[in-house]
């Protein structure tokens, strides 16, 4: 187990350094896997000793090895972010895993493994856009059309191996009620909605409905919240009013891991305060996996 999260954490560490070179990069039209990372002010590739994610970043203390130019510290805050993701979901993903495991289901084995691959890579291409749209106020197709293709092959795979056609004529549905909700906002109020978000928005559906329909209505219902949150604190702050504009993406794609993470924690708890508990999920949703 701990070897399992270890690696995870370690390759999550390496997907966080490449999403920083993603979130510079696709904005400008340029390759992300050629040529080798510089740095922007004296033109110096950076050695492979120093592109050990995570620690480079400290051992340099922040600073070009050659002309001591900072190095941003949200480089660093990604990499170790991405790695914290990479481990817990790992984490999650060992109780399904050690039971198939158990059993000798090799075919179970196997959609567990593909449906944790799918969540991380909602983590990469999520952490890329939420970069890129603070950065630019918009989120490539090339992103958000990836992670809706990527999670549409992940779980019809899995169902294919757990026989959870379920969980994805539900995540199917979902993604559909998710795009139809921004689509209408988008027409009704273009000026407070990027098309951006509604192409990322059945992306996101997908993967909260494919756990269930209480992570499906937290993850939206959070986005709208944290969003409102950040666009009155920076109205208040930044001397515009409500005239600030804000990147929705960021706000997305944290109320959707909200509602992946403890969405059905919360659907269970607010049924139980009318009385209608036996509305909620009977069956506990592992992180990586899904109801049936």
């Known amino acids: 187990m ?13 997907i966080g350094s490449f999403v920083n070179v993603v979130a510079h990069r696709v904005p400008n039209g340029e390759s992300v896997v050629t040529p080798r990372s510089a740095c922007p002010q004296c033109g110096h590739r950076i050695r492979a000793r120093h592109n050990i994610p995570i620690f480079s970043w400290l051992l340099l203390m922040g600073r070009c090895h050659d002309c ?36 000798g289901n090799a075919a179970n084995a196997a959609g567990h493994t593909i449906v944790l691959l799918a969540h991380l890579a909602l983590i ?5 856009l939420a970069l890129i749209d603070l950065d630019t106020n918009k989120l490539p197709n090339a992103l958000t059309l990836g992670l809706l293709a990527t999670g549409i092959g992940c779980f019809t795979l899995a169902a294919l191996l757990l026989g959870g056609w379920g969980s994805l004529g539900r995540a199917a549905l979902g993604a559909a009620i998710l795009f139809a909700a921004y689509l209408t906002i988008w027409l009704i109020a273009p000026q407070g909605m990027g098309a951006g978000d509604v192409k990322l928005a059945p992306a996101l559906g997908l993967f909260l409905a494919w756990h269930s329909w209480g992570a499906l ?34 706000s997305m794609l944290t109320g959707a891991a909200l509602g992946i993470l403890i969405g059905d924690t919360i659907t269970t708890w607010y049924l139980s305060m009318f009385n209608l508990a036996a509305l909620a999920p009977s069956i506990p949703v592992t992180i990586p996996g899904a109801t049936p």
């Open 68 to 103: 001591y130019h900072p190095i941003p510290f949200r480089y660093f805050v990604v990499e170790l972010i991405t790695a914290l993701l990479f481990g817990f979901f790992a984490w999650q993903l060992t109780i399904p895993l050690a039971q198939a495991d158990l059993s």
């Open 124 to 128: 990469g291409l999520g952490m890329a």
């Open 2 to 14: 701990s070897l399992a999260i270890g690696a995870a954490s370690v390759f999550g560490a390496a």
């Open 217 to 250: 209505a937290v993850g939206a219902i959070a986005a709208f919240a944290i969003g409102s949150i950040i666009g009155t604190i920076r109205a208040a702050t930044s001397g515009k009013g409500r005239k600030t504009s804000i990147p929705f993406g960021p």
